[in-house]
Every structure is written in C-alpha cells, then in structure tokens.
C-alpha cells in the first residue's frame, strides 16, 4: 500500500516561491499518474496540476499555468510542485495523489492522497 507525505508548504509573501514535495513509500510511483490539488477553506477540492507516470505529459489549471511547474523523480520515488508569483488566491491546503492517469483532472481518479500541506500566501 503507497503513502504518500507533502512537505514544503508555509506562509509566504505576494510574487514569493514554494516548492511543495510529496515523498511516496511502500509502492513505487512509477506506474502511477501524480497529481496536486488544493482546497481552500469553504470551498471544493480543485485539480491543480498532475504529471503522466512517464513524465512526458503534464497539465495545468488555467489558474496556475505559467505560473506552476510539475515534475517527478521516479527514482527517488517523489514528486514536486514549483510555485512561482504566488498570490493570495493560491491560498490553500496542497494535496498531493496517485492514480490511474485516466481522467487526470479528476480528484475521482486518484485512489491514494497525502495529507495535505497548508500554504498561505499574504498579500
């Protein structure tokens, strides 16, 4: 059974960086799509950006593309999410998941989830 941990989040300013981190263990993430999404409070889970299990392919939500970068390391078993130009509006618990890569954009596509981890950007 995979689980998944986000590190990386914290409070930064307006137009500052993060780079969020999802280490997996107990499976390899290899043959696994990898996907962030967030959640701000009040408000539904929204796809954020989600990498192939080769990394040929990612996708972006129009909100963060140009702005967000996705990439994984299937030999360190990990995945990460750079953040750049941050605004207030990014504003959100992180989650990292693995799935099956069909319907990408789709939370109901993914079967294993991290934690969650808060990133808060002040304007």
């Known amino acids: 059974q995979m689980q998944l941990v986000e590190s990386g989040g914290g409070l930064v300013q307006a137009g500052g960086s993060l780079r969020l981190s999802c280490a997996a263990s107990?499976?390899?993430?290899?043959?696994?799509?990898m996907g962030w999404f967030r959640q701000a409070p009040g408000q539904e889970r929204e796809f954020v950006a989600a990498?192939?299990?080769?990394?040929?392919?990612?996708y972006y939500a129009d909100s963060v593309k140009g702005r967000f970068t996705v990439s994984r390391d299937n030999a360190k078993n990990t995945a990460t999410l750079q953040m750049s130009s941050l605004k207030p509006d990014d504003t959100a618990v992180y989650y990292c998941?693995?799935?099956?890569?069909?319907?990408?954009?789709?939370?109901?596509?993914?079967?294993?989830w991290g934690q969650g981890t808060q990133v808060t950007v002040s304007s």
């Open positions: 990498i192939t299990w080769s990394g040929g392919t990612t």
């Open positions: 107990g499976r390899r993430i290899s043959d696994w799509a």
């Open positions: 998941a693995a799935g099956s890569g069909v319907g990408i954009r789709s939370d109901r596509s993914y079967s294993t």
